[in-house]
């Protein structure tokens, strides 16, 4: 993959956009996780649970993820490219006169609800709901993204009826 602009950041990542040879044209989003100063617990526990939902979740609200990446140093997650950025984003964009029609939004909460009924039917937890892990398509589609702190139900102690203890949240 070739790195190209710099799209945003997170408390342990930064998201470029991408190209390959192999798919000439297509634009990617390139998760990069900087581990040589991490410790091997969050990297175990964190990282790899992330890669690993990533990487299995399909659904056609999620943000799609084509591999998971890791070395020594550095760890990568290639997604698919949301080029209107998260609807937090989007939001502040907007004129001040202007608004998202409620139409709109009624749109966007069914396609984001259906994603999350998606993760908790496959036993899955986001937990970490907000505009800005809604990403935008070229149609402005909304997706959602990031599992930096989601979990699967076997990680709780009994499904999601108790506190899930994780040290990401």
Known sequence: YEIHEFLGEG??????RATTDK????NFAVKRYKI???TQKWIDRC????????????????????????SESEAY?????APNGSVNTYLKKLPSIEYVKER????WAS????????????????????CDNFLLTQQKKPLLADFSFACMA??????????VKTICG
């Open 104 to 107: 709109k939004v009624r749109e």
């Open 23 to 26: 798919h000439p044209g297509v």
């Open 36 to 38: 040589q100063k991490s």
């Open 77 to 81: 997650l290639v997604l698919q490219y």
């Open 154 to 163: 076997e990680q709780a102690d009994t499904r999601f009826d108790c506190m």
């Open 11 to 16: 408390s342990y990542s930064k998201v470029y």
């Open 47 to 70: 990282l790899l649970r992330e890669l690993r939902i990533a990487c299995t979740v399909r659904h056609p609200s999620i943000i799609e993820a084509f591999a998971g990446i890791k």
């Open 111 to 130: 396609d984001l609800f259906g994603g999350v009924a998606y993760l908790h039917n496959s036993e899955i937890c986001h937990r970490d709901i907000k």
